[in-house]
């Protein structure tokens, strides 16, 4: 603004000064008069905010009785913010902050604190959970050794009693499409929100036609004492395995590498932060496998046997029948639900459990339709203890 003005102030005497001062020696006089006056603002403006600052350090060092503002401005002098676990699900970070956030990893693994490990239960649904009332049964008199989260198309807006296991456990969702990277995005996002509580050992992704085939302390119990994680993997040679390769994925997937597995996986911690984290095999994946490659069977599958073969079980703990044929599993309703069909469901299998031979091989099984809701309560005390 000064500037501007200047050239104004220079004309207007022009005619008088000319007559006594040669026009050069009053430009120059102008020119230092206007740096001077320049500096000495600038000098002024710096003194007072030396002075304020000097002010109100002296201030704030005096102890003065202002208990709430003196407690905000203390240093952490606990642990609790870094282990309590986040209370309010919503944060408002991108998936970009909140993967970051989540794959920070303490080094030291001997706690200073008292470290109940818990299972993250989450559901990756459309909106609804139509079998919830079983799950409350299953997880009532556990609390402090599982969480809770909810991956639901964003436009649905879940209506849970304030007392259901789960209210306000909804993470920030975006949309998904069946069969493409989206879906693995959101399973990504899911583990990603668990990973911020440090209590969570063990991640479980399940669907809302997922029941629990046993009562919540021998789940707990196989999957804690586990040494492998439970993610289905394996070699498929057919046209839906092997044939959905594309040579493009190499070197970093080479076809001796590629598999296959079902969606619903069960991971230790140390493995959701490789998936999380993972920016090698991530894009390969998003270029190279579309429709008819579904991605939510072989990402994690394929990743996680490059990355850490020896961690996996290579089975799934979610039982499933695809014996009906086509691209959906078979559905059960009301009528399927009796005794004997709980019974066969929970029968020994072929499987190993640690390097033994198990009796027990699923812990959860799928689909189950909202109406086989009431038949499963009927059965759930008698026949899977809970
Ligand atoms: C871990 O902590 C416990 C108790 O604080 C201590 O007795 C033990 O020696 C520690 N172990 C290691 C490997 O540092
Ligand atoms: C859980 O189920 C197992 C096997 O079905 C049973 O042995 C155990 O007593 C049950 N535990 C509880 C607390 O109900
Ligand atoms: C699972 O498969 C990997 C090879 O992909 C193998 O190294 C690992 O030992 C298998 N796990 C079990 C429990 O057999």
């Known amino acids: 603004m000064e500037e501007g003005k200047d050239p104004n102030a220079t004309n207007v005497p022009k005619p008088n000064q000319s007559r006594l001062w040669p026009q050069g020696l009053v430009d120059q006089l102008l020119f230092v008069f206007i740096v001077l006056c320049f500096s000495l603002s600038l000098f002024v403006i710096y003194m007072t905010r030396q002075t ?4 109100t ?3 704030s060092s005096v102890p003065i009785s202002q208990p709430c503002a003196h407690l905000k401005e203390q240093p952490e002098t606990n642990l609790d913010h870094w282990i309590e676990s986040p209370l309010n699900m919503l944060h408002t970070m991108s998936d970009k902050e ?16 008292t470290r109940v490990p818990k299972i993250a239960f989450m559901f ?3 909106g609804p959970l139509p079998l919830a009332p079983l799950w409350e049964r299953f997880f009532k008199g556990h609390e402090g050794r599982y969480s809770i989260y909810i991956h639901s198309l964003p436009s649905y807006e879940a209506k849970f009693e304030p007392t259901s296991v789960f209210h306000g456990r909804q993470i920030p969702s975006q949309v998904v ?8 995005d959101a399973e990504r996002r899911l583990i990603a929100n668990a990973l911020l509580d440090i209590s969570n050992e063990y991640f479980v992704l399940l669907s809302e036609s997922c029941i629990p085939l046993y009562n919540f302390t021998l789940t707990y119990r196989y999957i804690t004492n586990s040494e492998h994680s439970f993610m289905g993997a394996f070699d498929d040679p057919s046209s839906v395995g092997r044939g959905r390769y594309n040579y493009r994925m190499s070197p970093q997937v080479k076809l001796s590498q590629w598999r296959k597995g079902s969606q619903w996986f069960e991971i230790h911690r140390n493995l959701a932060y490789l998936i999380i984290s993972d920016t090698t095999y991530y894009p390969v994946f998003k270029e190279h496998c579309r429709p008819a490659c579904y991605v939510d069977e072989h990402y994690f599958p394929t990743m996680l046997s490059i990355q850490a073969p020896e961690s996996l079980a290579n089975r799934s703990l979610t039982w499933v029948d695809w014996s009906r044929g086509g691209p959906h599993p078979a559905t059960f309703g009301k009528s399927d639900i009796t005794e004997q069909f709980i019974k066969n469901l929970r029968r020994a299998r072929n499987c190993y459990y640690n390097g033994q031979p198990s009796e027990i091989c699923y812990l959860f099984a799928r ?13 759930a005390f008698t026949d899977m203890g809970y």
Do not use: D, H, Y
């Open 367 to 379: 689909k189950f339709s909202p109406g086989s809701l009431e038949a499963l309560l009927s059965f």
């Open 124 to 126: 990756l649904t459309k």
């Open 98 to 113: 909140l993967f970051w956030r989540a794959s920070l990893v303490p080094q030291l693994k001997n706690c200073s604190f």
């Open 52 to 55: 304020s600052v000097t002010t």
């Open 57 to 59: 350090t002296l201030i």
């Open 177 to 184: 499409e069946w069969g493409t990277m989206s879906m693995c």
